[in-house]
């Protein structure tokens, strides 16, 4: 409840944040939302609309209300409002979020494991280096690796879209892998799932490179522990001790880790779904900076803030959960 | 000790331990790096970095805007490497060796200005925060907290759009968004090193808390920052081609950037991919130097933390 009760004044100080930033655009709101349609009659009239010649406090207090009500105003490219624009895009970015994620922690967490096991081979080596290798590759460029080889040059998958332009079917959840399970077509939501396997890859890079040398690191320093000596000591097999002691333990700050991850793979969604032409909330975030649509700037920045920091939140609170150590204090 | 005594034999045989010969952090430091494989090669890749970045007008063969190539190219067929062009043409039949040479500068400016920026704006905020601690403290590190709840790339784009499409732009975007990085690390570095035995005997020989803090506290604890320097650099010149690739950089296409020039050749993908694997691989290495002399320096800095 107290961790809680922390997350008010984040979003709020965010919140105030925001609104001076749209307010600080140059030329103001009104100048940012007509663009070049601006004069001083049409910048006046769209003043008195917003209710922007009012008292500042005023106007933040009335965007704090909207915000709470989801309201982030309009969108200047499509004329919809905005949060019906991010609510349309998401489930292809969370889509995309799980796929790079369900990679990075099943590849990694294994692979860290495995070079902690074999500390100071080549298969810890070769993890090492890897993981530094891959924080040092920008997710665009990689992406772009990987599109080139496994479409371009291979065809093995589709360089770019949610699905092929053969299927045109609706989609009742907007997530289509599980729109085509949903609807008893399997043919349909392999495809999406072929669509997601390259941006995913590129996009789970960096937090794989992350949560194998997190895993390693820790599942190396349980190794050395006392309680494994024992346990060991006592005879037990070495699957008991690993599941009962070193993963157990090993594995806390991975789970701190992994969610940290999310920030990391939305801000990265953005250059990836770029990339793949991917039509997700981070290609469009990048479309509404080319036409300074601030409205979707602002909107996209404060729910994906409210989403790593309730994210963090709920690691932190799971900690407790998994860790009983965390829990009595 | 008496005369049998076999240690200080073993002394002077011995190559000098930190402990018993008493060398400075700085000097153990050093002589770890010079023996570490990683060191050598981040220190090869970044010197080798920044010698192309101020050798990039002597070393490359044409200018960063020259047009060697332009009747060669057509929107079809942008030839690749070959004996003239090393790295190949782009799509106006600009020498594409010149450009990646001269987008190092761009790259390498954009690096050290927006670290420079972050890190000392960052100590400075968490140096306040951490001498003066109380009130001060708490509503600094609030500060940060909301700073560090937006992801570091989106709040650089935000950042980005508001001050306008320049290079300035970016350096303040990217550093700003290492201001609560830097912040954090040397006010939680200050505090361990505060309340430390030594600061406690320091501070009951009736020395001031400012002599205490500027000589004593900042001294120690400032290897985290550089290292974290160092690392910052990495992700700086990648968030910085991050933002280029998303096309908030400057706004003078002439100038080589390597972000850009990545954006610029999607098109070419299938035709011409060499215009985007030179540019990336000059973006990794850049940033792998960077990376792995960070590591090695965390490990030199720090002999309890392994890799």
Redesign the interface.
């Known amino acids: 409840m107290r961790r809680l009760a922390q997350l008010v ?3 709020l ?2 919140s105030l ?1 925001l609104f001076f ?1 749209v307010r ?3 030329g103001g709101p009104a100048a940012a939302l007509l663009g070049e349609r601006a004069t001083p009659e049409r910048v006046a009239q769209i003043n008195r609309i917003y209710g922007l010649d009012r008292p500042v406090w005023e106007q933040y207090l009335d965007f704090l209300g909207r915000a709470a009500r989801l309201d982030f105003g309009v969108s200047r490219m499509t004329e919809r409002p905005v949060t019906e624009e991010l609510v349309s895009r998401f489930p292809a970015t969370a889509e995309l979020a799980v796929v790079a994620i369900l990679f990075a922690v099943g590849l990694g967490v294994p692979l860290g494991y495995l070079a902690a096991r074999r500390h100071l081979t080549w298969i810890d080596n070769l993890s ?1 280096a890897g993981s ?2 891959g ?7 990689l992406g ?2 990987l ?2 080889l496994f479409a ?1 040059q291979l065809g093995w998958l589709p360089p770019d879209g949610r699905q092929s332009p053969r299927l045109f079917v609706d989609h009742p959840t907007g997530f289509y892998v599980l729109d085509g399970l949903l609807r008893g077509d399997p043919a349909s939501s392999w495809d999406a799932l072929r669509h997601l396997i390259l941006p995913g890859i590129a996009l789970g890079t960096i937090p794989l490179a992350i949560i194998t040398r997190i895993t390693r ?1 820790a599942v ?1 320093d349980v190794l050395h522990k006392d309680y494994v000596r024992t346990a060991e000591a006592k005879g037990l097999t070495r699957a008991v001790v690993n599941r009962r002691h070193v993963l157990r333990n090993a594995l806390l700050p991975v789970l701190t880790v992994t969610g940290l991850q999310v ?2 793979l ?3 969604a ?2 990836t779904e ?2 793949f032409a991917f039509p997700g909330v981070g290609s469009f ?2 479309d509404a ?2 036409a ?1 649509d ?1 409205a979707v ?1 602002q909107g ?2 404060l729910v ?2 409210v989403i ?2 309730t994210v963090n939140l709920l690691v932190d609170l799971g900690y407790g959960l998994v860790d009983p150590r965390v829990r009595l204090r | 000790m008496t005369a049998a005594d076999p240690a200080p034999l073993r002394q002077r045989a011995a190559p000098p331990d930190t402990e018993q010969a008493g060398i400075s952090l700085g000097r153990d430091a050093w002589r770890r790096l010079r023996r570490d494989p990683v060191a050598i090669v981040g220190a090869v890749l970044v010197l080798l970095f920044v010698a192309v970045a101020f050798l990039a007008p002597v070393l490359a063969p044409w200018g960063p805007t020259d047009t060697p190539g332009k009747d060669l190219v057509t929107p079809t067929n942008v030839p690749g490497p070959s004996t003239e062009h090393w790295l190949g043409l782009d799509n106006l039949g600009r020498d594409e060796l010149s450009r990646v040479l001269h987008g190092a500068r761009q790259s390498l400016v954009v690096g050290v200005v927006s670290l420079l920026f972050g890190a000392v704006t960052g100590s400075l905020v968490g140096l306040v925060a951490g001498s003066f601690g109380g009130r001060i403290d708490n509503l600094i590190m609030r500060l940060m907290d909301i700073m560090l709840a937006v992801p570091g790339l989106l709040f650089a784009i935000g950042l980005a759009a508001l001050l306008g499409h320049s290079l300035t732009s970016v350096m303040i975007a990217v550093g700003t968004v290492n201001v609560p990085v830097f912040a954090r690390l040397l006010r939680g570095s200050m505090l361990t090193q505060r309340s430390a035995d030594y600061a406690l005997a320091i501070t009951s020989l009736g020395v001031r808390r400012r002599t205490l803090i500027l000589r004593h506290v900042l001294p120690n604890s400032l290897s985290p920052v550089i290292v974290q320097g160092t690392l910052t650099l990495a992700t700086a010149i990648i968030d910085a081609a991050g933002l280029a690739f998303l096309g908030l950089s400057g706004t003078d296409p002439g100038v080589p950037e390597w972000g850009r020039m990545l954006a610029e050749t999607q098109r070419y993908l299938s035709s011409a991919p060499h215009l985007a694997i030179f540019p990336g691989v000059a973006i990794v290495l850049a940033a792998l130097g960077f990376t792995l002399l960070g590591e090695s320096l965390r490990e030199a800095l720090d002999p309890t933390y392994r890799r």
């Open positions: 004044p984040i979003l100080g965010l944040l930033w600080s655009l140059p090492v530094l290798i924080v040092a590759i920008p997710v665009f460029f772009f690796l599109k080139y371009v690191a190396l920030g990391l939305l801000s990265g953005v250059l770029t990339v975030l990048v900076i080319a300074r601030y700037i996209f920045i994906i803030a790593v920091v």
